[in-house]
């Protein structure tokens, strides 16, 4: 039926409100099926971005713990890859000095990560504590020996890779 059908003598009218309510509610719908996908996107991104640095600074704890004298400069450049800023000035610092204690010493360290969590992180930031334990070896103590090493690791996202900004040993 039209608008000009009758009944009973009355002109048959469309439910313009019922339709415009209709079109509401299918607009509110819409909306907030955007809004839904669009915060499930950021939690997922947000979640694999934190994934991401736990796994950085879990690298970079294992880089600092297990090193070889007789192969310094690799184990010197696996740290400063995975390095950025102040922390990676100051270990480039230190690294020529370090390399004289480390050959001298003869010592073969290697660690092992124990455990590994995020403090706090977001889409460019994060900070990390991690656990390692590393058996050291050296001309002091050829058994080796087991030291255990809790760090605070802070970290930057630089494109796709997380690099450790600051490091610090905490108890």
Excluded: C
């Excluded at 019922?18 to 909306?31: H, I, N």
């Amino acid at each position: 039926m039209t608008n000009t059908d009758t009944v009973a003598g009355q002109p048959r009218r469309t439910p313009t409100g019922l339709v415009a309510g209709l079109v509401v509610l299918l607009v509110v719908l819409s909306a907030a099926t955007v809004v839904g996908a669009v915060k499930l996107r950021d939690a997922s991104e947000r979640d694999a971005a934190r994934a991401a640095a736990v796994t950085a600074a879990r690298q970079e704890a294992l880089n600092l713990t297990s090193i070889d004298g007789r192969n310094v400069d690799a184990a010197l450049a696996r740290v400063l890859t995975g390095a950025t800023g102040a922390f990676k000035a100051d270990f480039a610092q230190r690294a020529a000095n370090l390399k004289t204690v480390l050959t001298e010493n003869a010592v073969i360290a290697e660690g092992k990560v124990q455990d590994a969590a995020l403090v706090r992180g977001d889409l460019d930031t994060a900070t990390a504590l991690v656990v390692v334990d590393s058996t050291v070896k050296n001309k002091a103590v050829p058994a080796g020996r087991v030291n255990t090493y809790r760090m605070q690791l802070d970290l930057e996202r630089h494109g796709d890779r997380w690099l450790t900004s600051s490091l610090q040993f905490v108890s």
